[in-house]
């Protein structure tokens, strides 16, 4: 074993399809090949889209297709919990560790304020509407984050740039190719973009690889790593699996689903010719 370490992390929303699994055979690839860790977390954070069949399914779905990895919730680990779901305590220091900092401010903005502010649709699977900045400067004396939206208040017109490992330098301007960015939903959920760099760093993560929908994300989570002065781990974004006519695999509803190639007939070895 080396100082690698990657991680694959699904949400169980929903049944793996082809374009999922490509990115994970990918990360399973580079961690293989760096003689490196590599470990499934399981990312059940929504609990509204949530389910537990879906995450049995996968991780059934994942050793079928022939990945395995060595951390994880079905085999424990030196992280462990391995299941969000189980990390909100984790996610709560994080969120006490940013308000402390001072770079976060609750956001009382009605759904019809932000629906006024909307930019452009969007691209990307995770991505937000740019934020108008209103609750900005409000003052707040809270200490937890219960029962309002928290954002991070991102540095106007810095630049944030990486080398990514998949997609080749990248460049975005915090402010203008996005606003201040939610990082703890009023429902009580941390969002996507606090959990995941809480993890990351938690499970000493080294390579992140995922699909490039993400690559705004990834300048999001920068910002963060930047705020709490941890170093960052390196990114792969990948391409992602399109159709014949150019649609990405993700956003259509009869995406290949693994389960339903694998009663089809379709062998692993098919699935990694056809389309990884
Ligand atoms: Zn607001």
Redesign the pocket.
Known sequence: MTGYRGRIAPSPTGLLHVGHARTFWIAHQRARDARGTLVLRDEDLDPQRSRPEFASAMLEDLKWLGIEWDEGPDVGGPYSPYRQSERTDHYLRVWQDLRRRGVLFP???SRK??AGAAQAPHEGGDDEPR??G???DAPSSATDPAGA?W?FRVPDGLTIEWQDRGAGPQSYAAGRDFGDFVVWRRDGVPAYQLAVVADDIAMRITEVVRGRDLLKSAARQLLIYRALGRTPPAFFHCELVKDDEGTRLAKRHDALSLRALRAAGVTPDDIVRRWF
């Open positions: 956001c009382t903005c304020d932000l934020y108008n209103r609750c900005r939206t954002r």
